[in-house]
């Protein structure tokens, strides 16, 4: 079977439409029409070379799609059933059996490696190979593979081109507040970084009733729309020291923090920003190697804590719903956030995700 898809072939270059050889589904894999894809932040670390995928690559891991073909091995979900495609898992290992599946012992590989586990591809072109499964999905075509370790089936009721984001980056957000801080009503929030991730996390805290919320960022137009959605200050640290101002803000520091940025010293002003006893959770995505230094003696004696946190800790099954549901109901509307391309437009998607001009892109395959 032909599909169009978007293939990174040169780092750091733009990807180039072309038409792609998929196999059929194997007996344990799930064949999937991709309606739309949301565009990450971790798509574009990979096409930079950050991060060892191979390449030729299928990039895309936010796909939400109908099911057109399924394996004899697959129970989970039937033809015709609306599904999202989110981050890929064993499913065997002590963390995914103990529904920890963001941390399972073989995410790297499951996930940034772009092969299945026997090493092989779904995908070709005239014989060369393309690299594909990447996220257990490779969605940035008009078709992909994925597994049911990673597809998550949703009520036909809901919008499906706009679900796609839910697999990771929204989902990231939300989860790192309602799953991994576990942020309670009255307690006091800070975001360090306010594009799609950061403003998810700032929309769930509003959700589960926090009662201040700190939006920071260098872009006023991401602070302005974060006031929007519920932050009860903003702070542009291109003009005031954002751990100063939230102290004065809270008196003594904010309960919870979370950085987007991935940026040594913006966790390192995080933490200083925390209440004793506060969490600070990092999600920003950093070259590896990168080191964090922190002032010992303000960690250690306050109480402090500082986590990492991937895909929201969340149990994608559960979670992706739950999030559809809130944004019907109104209450969480990262529908706000997002800006529909075509698939022959990815690259100007890219741009304006790179630029800040689009907080969060979706691309429709068809």
């Known amino acids: 079977m032909q599909i169009k898809a978007a293939v990174a072939r040169v780092q750091g270059a733009p990807l180039s439409i072309e038409a792609l050889d998929i196999e059929d589904p194997r007996d344990n894999e799930i064949l999937v029409k991709v309606v739309a894809t949301g565009v990450c932040h ?29 394996g004899r091995a697959i129970s989970k979900v039937d033809v015709g059933d609306h ?14 059996q103990d529904h920890h599946v963001s941390y399972c012992h073989e995410f790297f590989p499951r996930n940034f490696f772009a092969a299945r586990a026997d090493g092989t591809s779904a995908l070709s072109k005239q014989g060369e190979r393309i690299n594909g499964n990447f996220f257990g999905q490779s969605s940035f075509a008009c078709h992909a593979i994925c597994h049911e370790a990673n597809v998550v089936k949703v009520d036909a009721k809901f919008d ?89 803000i809270t008196g003594y520091g904010v309960n919870f923090a979370l950085d987007m940025t991935g940026m040594a010293a913006v966790i390192r002003g995080a933490v200083m920003s925390l209440a004793p006893m506060g969490t600070c959770g990092i999600l920003g995505a950093s070259a590896m190697g990168t080191e964090i230094t922190l002032d ?37 509307p990262f529908d706000r956030l997002v800006k529909f391309y075509s698939l022959d437009q990815i690259n100007e998607a890219i741009h304006d995700s790179e630029t800040g001009k689009t907080i969060k892109p979706i691309v429709r395959m068809s």
């Open 296 to 332: 010992e003696v303000h960690f250690m004696s306050g109480g402090r804590r500082l986590m990492g946190i991937v895909e929201g800790e969340s149990v994608p099954e559960v979670f992706i719903p739950m999030l559809a549901e809130l944004n019907a109901q109104g209450r969480f």
């Open 42 to 70: 971790t798509d574009l670390v990979v096409r930079d070379g950050m991060l060892p995928t191979p390449l030729p690559v299928v990039l895309g891991h936010e796909g939400a799609g109908i099911v057109t073909k399924v």
């Open 160 to 248: 499906l081109e706009l679900l796609g984001p839910l697999a990771c980056g929204i989902q990231t957000g939300a989860g790192a507040v309602m799953n991994a801080l576990k942020i309670s009503a009255g307690k006091s929030f800070a975001v360090f970084g306010a594009g799609s991730v950061g403003l998810s996390a700032l929309m769930a805290a509003r959700v589960v009733g926090a009662a201040t919320i700190v939006a920071v960022d260098t872009n006023d137009d991401r602070l302005a729309m974060a006031r929007e959605l519920g932050a009860t200050h903003t702070i542009n640290p291109t003009r005031v020291d954002a751990t100063e101002e939230i102290t004065k």
């Open 83 to 96: 599904v999202v495609m989110t981050f890929n898992s064993c499913g065997r290992c002590p963390s995914c």
